[in-house]
């Protein structure tokens, strides 16, 4: 069986090590730690009707420029995937990878074969016609933000369909492929809602298209997807004005302190180059594995990255976080 084990499961990891999920420093996760100022009173809302997502559609479209008609809401980026891969209901797809290994399961759960493309030697490797494209911008698990413009001409020309995951483009100060949207009918773009705004667990994904695409997907979708609370905790969210800028700020000046950490271990053979919230690298003298039980006193989790495509047990992705955390990655690297 394929193993599609993700980072962040922080109460199995503090079970495992004896300690209380309080004292982990969960550097396998990649939410964002700094979080949106919330003014709402959640025991004041009115539960009893059935949701209603205009005010939550027409906040998300303002903050991407689009209609709202360009857009569907979901449970989360991960139910919109899924979801693509069995309304387009195609045949083939091509991974941009390593990518989120979520792409691989959906690709195999609809029955589509698959070609894998190796991102860090062969990019520029041809795909086939007709193919469900899929491209990570940030990319996972390393960070980098690509200017695809060549790419997109090249999937353009072989006529594909074409999913760009911006899930942690709000991280960074580059442009969104939301500008050839006008210009391509068969593109999609999703947005995670809950990484930059720290709150994975609200459940909030958008998924973006022309007119028709969204319609056509809304037809075959469930009423309400989302709950009041979701719904209510995102739109605060979006109403802090001041969150933007300062997480942006915070999380740069945070990874640079990161990246001059791990470019200085010794243990460290490679560092990649971020734009996210996350680095990878690759280890020099032990396995991931080992590092992980090596900063187990410290109570501090990682990410190893064995199961991504074209990556093995040398890799591993760290989480930015606040400087406490690491500071006390510093004190676990340079230990005995």
């Not at 007119?211 to 109403?239: G, R, T």
Request: glycine share 2%; with cysteine.
């Amino acid at each position: 069986m394929p193993n599609y084990k993700h980072g962040g499961n922080i109460t199995a990891f503090a079970k495992e090590i004896g300690a209380d999920v309080s004292e982990v420093i969960d550097l396998s996760s990649n939410i964002n730690f700094l979080k949106p100022h919330i003014n709402i009173d959640f025991n004041s809302l009115d539960i009893a009707p059935y949701p209603n997502y205009d005010k939550l559609e027409h906040a998300i479209a303002h903050l991407y420029q689009v209609k709202q008609t360009e857009l569907e809401l979901f449970n989360g980026a991960t139910t919109a995937i899924y979801t693509l891969f069995r309304e387009l209901n195609l045949n083939h797809a091509t991974l941009y990878s390593p990518c989120y290994l979520e792409y691989k399961k959906a690709a195999h759960t609809h029955n589509y074969s698959i070609e894998f493309i190796d991102r860090f030697e062969h990019i520029e490797q041809e795909v086939r016609e007709n193919s469900f494209v899929i491209f990570v911008n940030p990319s996972t698990p390393d960070g980098k933000f690509y200017d695809i413009e060549k790419l997109m001409k090249k999937w353009i020309e072989k006529k594909c369909t074409i999913l760009i995951d911006e899930s942690f483009l709000d991280f960074t100060p580059f442009e969104s492929a939301i500008k050839y949207l006008k210009s391509y009918n068969k593109l999609y773009i999703l947005k995670s809602m809950t990484k930059f705004y720290s709150s994975a667990g609200i459940r909030v994904g958008a998924l973006l298209s022309n007119e028709k695409n969204i319609k056509a997907i809304k037809e075959k979708e469930p009423l309400w997807k989302i709950s009041e609370f979701d719904s209510q905790y995102l739109q605060a969210a979006l109403k802090d004005k001041t969150f933007v800028k300062k997480a942006k700020a915070v999380n740069k000046e945070n990874r640079a302190l990161l990246n001059e950490l791990l470019e200085n271990s010794t243990l460290v053979e490679k560092v990649y180059p971020s734009t996210a919230n996350y680095i990878l690298i690759k280890l020099k003298t032990i396995k991931a594995e080992e590092l992980q039980k090596r900063l187990i006193p410290y109570k501090i989790m990682i990410r190893d990255c064995f199961n991504f495509d074209g990556l093995d047990n040398t890799y591993v992705r760290v989480a930015v976080k606040d400087k406490h955390s690491i500071e006390r990655l510093r004190e676990a690297l340079i230990s005995p």
